[in-house]
């Protein structure tokens, strides 16, 4: 069975910087993503690393954010620079196989198992 556990996340000043972990176990796929969620929107992908060393990026953080994984600690991370008040959303960590349908799916990963999701609030 898999499970992601997330941590991090919280309120901070506009500029200022958030790590979120996101802690796996099970057999997750070839692929992790950050997505992240606004009220009544979508959720949408922010960066997905897949087959352990490729990585995406949103446009809207490219430069900002950073996603890493530790194998060893099987965690994900998603290292958040530069925060401004329009990146406060619910972020959730996610896991699953990959795909070429980046038009479809922009982190190049399928999800197929979620974190429960942690708030980041970024105030101005």
């Known amino acids: 069975q898999v499970q992601l556990v997330q941590s991090g996340g919280g309120s901070v000043q506009a500029g200022e910087s958030l790590r979120l972990s996101c802690s796996a176990s099970?057999?997750?796929?070839?692929?992790m993503a950050w997505f992240r969620q606004t009220p009544g929107k979508e959720r949408d992908g922010v960066a997905g690393i897949l087959n352990y060393r490729f990585t995406t990026y949103g446009n809207s953080v490219k430069g900002r954010f950073t996603i890493s994984q530790d194998n060893a600690k099987n965690t994900l991370y998603l290292q958040m620079n530069s925060l401004k008040p329009e990146d406060t959303a619910m972020y959730y960590c996610?896991?699953?196989?990959?795909?070429?349908?980046?038009?479809?799916?922009?982190?190049?990963?399928?999800?197929?198992?979620w974190g429960q999701g942690t708030q980041v609030t970024v105030s101005s």
């Open positions: 996610a896991a699953g196989w990959t795909s070429v349908d980046y038009t479809k799916y922009p982190t190049g990963c399928v999800p197929a198992y």
């Open positions: 099970g057999s997750t796929g070839n692929c």
